[in-house]
């Protein structure tokens, strides 16, 4: 039976996956129009929730792309802020339903999940475009100009959390691993039915805090891997570019390509998802963000 609250999360999650996969398929610098239809489309799911939303407009290309911030303020706002991120571009010519309208319905979300609560630290919600080639690990990046605009801006940020691909997972799903042995040596799951925080070194403290915070709560199995952050596919998401400019930063992913047999497909469609799943990641993640505060 599955609980009242994840049933209601994986609802408005799929709705949310099915609109940006159906109708915003191709979500990408190259595509401009669809790319930006879907922008409005989150800004108007944070508006409908009653959030205020902020654009970081940049160019890119000669094409103006924007960040979607919204910001819920803490009762100390001179503490280190928290930021959950996503990014809503896909690679051209797929719907990009795990990659990445899951991260985008995770954030939603999480952001209506955690309105009426009271946060000592500032959180902010942010949707990224250009993630994808060729614009990844590139100034281009909608992470990499939020970030920058952070560190320069004297921001400082207790955690960043990039949600990336977080749907795609089952008993008996075959689960990859990105180093021979590693499975068998870290004693990993043999199936692809659990979520994984990614971390480099400096941010295994927060990964320590993540981890634990999201096993206590129960809802979904959590694996966790910390390594030199230059090793792929460990920084193969927006989380790299808060390493980048020295903010601790964890990747919450389904595992990707190492799980997702339609990673950067035409088949990565909304009917190959298990939004209950998705649901329980979010209840976990909501989970950790309250006991990072």
């Not at 985008?104 to 990224?128: D, M, P, Q, W, Y």
């Not at 298990?274 to 976990?284: G, I, P, Q, R, S």
Request: proline content about 6%.
């Amino acid at each position: 039976m599955i609980q009242p609250e994840i049933h209601v999360i994986a609802q408005r999650a799929r709705r949310i996956v099915e609109t940006l996969a159906g109708e915003y398929p191709s979500r990408h610098g190259s595509n401009p129009t669809v790319l930006n239809g879907a922008a409005s489309f989150i800004e108007q799911e944070f508006i409908s929730l009653g959030y205020q939303v902020q654009s970081q407009w940049y160019e890119s290309d000669g094409l103006q792309v924007r960040n979607i911030v919204v910001e819920k303020p803490g009762q100390h706002p001179a503490d280190p802020s928290i930021v959950i991120g996503a990014h809503y571009d896909t690679v051209v010519g797929t719907p990009g339903a795990d990659d990445n309208g899951t991260g985008i319905a995770g954030l939603i979300e999480l952001s209506r999940l955690l309105k009426e609560h009271r946060n000592k630290r500032t959180i902010r919600f942010v949707a990224f475009p250009h993630e994808e080639p060729p614009y990844f690990f590139t100034h281009r990046m909608g992470s990499r100009q939020y970030a920058r605009n952070l560190k320069e801006s004297g921001e400082r940020v207790f955690a960043m959390l990039a949600l990336e691909m977080i749907g795609y997972a089952g008993e008996g799903y075959r689960q990859l691993y990105p180093v021979p042995l590693m499975r068998i040596l870290g004693r990993y799951p043999k199936d692809g039915n659990f979520i994984a925080l990614v971390s480099n070194l400096k941010s295994t403290p927060l990964l320590s805090m993540v981890r634990k915070a999201m096993r206590q709560r129960g809802s979904v199995g959590v694996e966790s891997l910390s390594a030199p952050g230059f090793i792929p596919p460990l920084f193969l998401s927006d989380h790299s570019s808060f390493w980048k400019y020295g903010f601790p930063a964890l990747m919450i992913t389904d595992t990707a390509f190492l799980r997702n047999p339609h990673y950067h497909s035409s088949t990565d469609t909304a009917d190959t998802l298990n939004y209950e799943f998705l649901a329980k990641v979010v209840d976990t993640v909501a989970a950790a963000v309250l006991a990072l505060n």
